[in-house]
């Protein structure tokens, strides 16, 4: 079985491959990743040029590139994470995530129906479903919430699974759809709120607390995700959609005291900054659907997986100093400066 996965360079794609490397190695990989700045080679370093696993960099939104690549490739199977993926950079300029997550889709899905792919998965978020109030602990995202984005970001996501809703009905093709809550785990980059806070504390700088931190997200270890990805693959129905999430709500707060608390450093690193625009209040998935069709369960409870995370962003200091001492620098400036 040949599989294409796009933004495999990236925290979640790069998790994927490794996973599946490792519980289906018969398989054959094609990663294709346009590489920008979320996307990191050395990340995939230790499997290239291993058997069954090609890289190929290109943009899923050039039709010509797709084209050539499928017909070179002919893959069975397409998984699609290639995404601009934070919610703060969609905030400063919004244009090129219509460009990858609307655009790029369009263009896999043009790909796949052309040559006949006989499964395209689409890799989404719970952020479609717009956010719930803190004051009603009963709500969750089901399946059948309808989709109301808040973000630029979440936009790009909701419109891409509409286009892949389209080509189902329409067109009858293969697909299916994951809607995941926020993932942590190794290879993530320092942009997002947990590896953010970790390097921020290793490093004796302020963690920047949107508002007071009273967000609640719901948190999900990569692997889980991963696994639930795999399982749907699998077992999934076609034209389904599946939201993907553990009951694991926090308040962004506490996430970052658990992080000052493992590293052992002082809660007055804290710094309430200005809030995000437009910023969402709460996640929280029912996933109540996947866990009776398909049995999928998560494995790692967030006590386990917070420590493991922050060893492996111990562990690999050189992996993400570099990212941290780049370009990223100036994009830290323009967003916490001031604020
Ligand atoms: P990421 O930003 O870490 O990685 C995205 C990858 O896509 C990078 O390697 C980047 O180089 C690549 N990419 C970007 N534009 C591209 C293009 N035009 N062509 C080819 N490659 C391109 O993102 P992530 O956190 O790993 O998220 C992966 C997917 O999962 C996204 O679709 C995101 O919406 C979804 N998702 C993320 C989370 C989360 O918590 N991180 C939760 C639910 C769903
Ligand atoms: P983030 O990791 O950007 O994921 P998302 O916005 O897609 O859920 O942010 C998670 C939460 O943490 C969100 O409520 C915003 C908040 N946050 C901060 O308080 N400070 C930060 O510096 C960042 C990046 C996020």
Redesign the pocket.
């Known amino acids: 079985m040949k599989m294409i996965v ?10 994927f491959i490794f996973y599946m490397r490792r519980v289906h190695p018969e398989h054959e990989l094609v990663c ?9 080679m050395e990340t995939l370093a230790p499997i290239l040029g291993q058997p069954r696993f090609t890289f190929v960099r ?5 039709r010509k590139a797709m084209y050539d690549l499928f017909e070179a490739e002919r893959p069975d199977v397409v998984v ?7 919610v703060d950079r969609s905030i400063e300029d919004p244009a ?1 995530f219509l ?3 609307v655009m ?1 889709t369009q263009v896999l899905l043009d790909a796949c129906r052309r040559y006949g792919v006989e499964r395209y998965h ?6 479609v479903y717009g956010d719930l109030p803190l004051d009603r602990p009963d709500l969750f995202f089901t399946e059948k919430t309808p989709l109301r984005a808040s973000s630029p ?1 979440s936009a790009s ?1 909701a419109s891409a699974d509409l286009l892949c809703g389209a080509y189902h009905r329409t067109y009858g093709m293969p697909i299916t759809i ?7 785990g190794p ?3 320092p942009e ?1 709120l947990i590896p953010l806070m970790i390097a921020n504390a290793l490093e004796d700088k302020p963690l920047p607390v949107y508002g007071e931190g009273l967000n609640v997200r719901d948190w ?1 270890y ?1 692997e889980d ?1 991963c696994a639930a990805i795999d399982l749907i693959l699998e077992k999934g129905r076609v034209g389904q959609v599946y939201n ?1 999430g553990g009951h694991n709500e926090m308040h962004n707060i506490d996430i970052v005291k658990t992080v000052l608390h493992i590293l052992d450093k002082p809660e007055s690193l804290i710094a309430h900054v200005t809030d995000r625009k437009g910023h969402d209040m709460r996640y929280a998935i029912d996933p109540s659907f996947i866990h009776g069709e398909l049995g999928w369960l998560p494995q790692t409870k967030f006590a386990d997986g917070i420590q493991k995370t922050v060893r492996w962003y111990l562990d690999n200091r050189d992996w993400w100093e570099k990212i941290v001492s780049g370009e990223y620098r100036d994009y830290y400036e323009r967003m916490y400066a001031g604020r």
């Open positions: 796009t933004g495999g360079a990236g925290f979640i794609g790069s998790n294709v990743d346009k590489l920008t700045y979320a996307g990191n290109a943009d899923i939104a050039d699609n994470f290639a995404a601009e993926s934070h090129v460009q990858t997550n790029g689409q890799v989404s978020t719970d952020e970001y996501k994951s809607r995941c809550s926020n993932n942590y290879y993530q980059f997002k999900l990569v995700h993907i």
